[in-house]
């Protein structure tokens, strides 16, 4: 990936013990199953992306099963965690006056995400801008999931 801090995890392949957490963070997530096969499908050394991570939810528990699977890999966080207009407009059934504090909706992610956080790379940005991050000079995608 260009430009962007690379992290390296569950160094020579041991396998880690690291419990689940994500059932104690705010969010919607109800795959678990795609993404447990996800990370037992995951390559040595293959870089992955969640893009939309709001508090942390799914992305702690793919980090959780990443971590446990014994393998080398990039876990990338995209996100802008400026939250979405529903939750900014007052009269929306999701608004919450919290994600207008700068940067609180960000904190509350790395907060959630403290005990993982060997296993994530967070980047804070749109999706499409993310992305162009992945992107080599030949046009290859460098993310596998």
Same mark, same amino acid.
């Given at each position: /990936?260009?430009?962007? !801090?690379? +992290? $390296?995890?569950?160094q ?5 013990d690291?419990e689940h957490? =994500?059932?104690?963070i705010?969010? *919607?997530f109800?795959? &678990? ?5 996800v ?6 050394g *293959? !870089?992955?992306?969640?893009i939309?991570c709001?508090?942390g939810?799914s992305?702690?528990?793919l980090?959780?099963?990443?971590a446990n699977s014994?393998? +080398? ?5 995209v996100?802008?965690w400026?939250?979405s &207009?529903?939750?900014? @407009?007052?009269?929306?059934h999701a =608004?919450? #006056?919290?994600?207008q504090?700068k940067? *609180?909706?960000y904190n509350?992610?790395?907060t @959630? /995400?403290?005990p993982l !956080?060997?296993?994530?790379? #967070?980047? $804070?940005? &749109?999706?499409i ?7 080599e000079n030949d046009g $290859?995608?460098t993310?596998e999931?």
């Amino acid at each position: /990936m260009k430009n962007q !801090k690379s +992290t $390296r995890l569950t160094q020579g392949c041991v396998k880690s013990d690291v419990e689940h957490i =994500y059932e104690s963070i705010e969010g *919607w997530f109800n795959f &678990e199953d795609l993404y447990s096969q996800v990370a037992s499908k995951t390559q040595n050394g *293959w !870089k992955l992306v969640e893009i939309g991570c709001w508090q942390g939810r799914s992305a702690a528990f793919l980090a959780t099963e990443l971590a446990n699977s014994g393998k +080398t890999f990039d876990f990338y966080c995209v996100d802008t965690w400026d939250g979405s &207009e529903e939750h900014l @407009n007052e009269n929306s059934h999701a =608004y919450s #006056p919290l994600i207008q504090q700068k940067d *609180w909706l960000y904190n509350k992610f790395l907060t @959630n /995400m403290e005990p993982l !956080k060997d296993y994530f790379t #967070p980047i $804070r940005k &749109e999706s499409i801008e993310a992305a162009k991050d992945f992107v080599e000079n030949d046009g $290859r995608i460098t993310a596998e999931y």
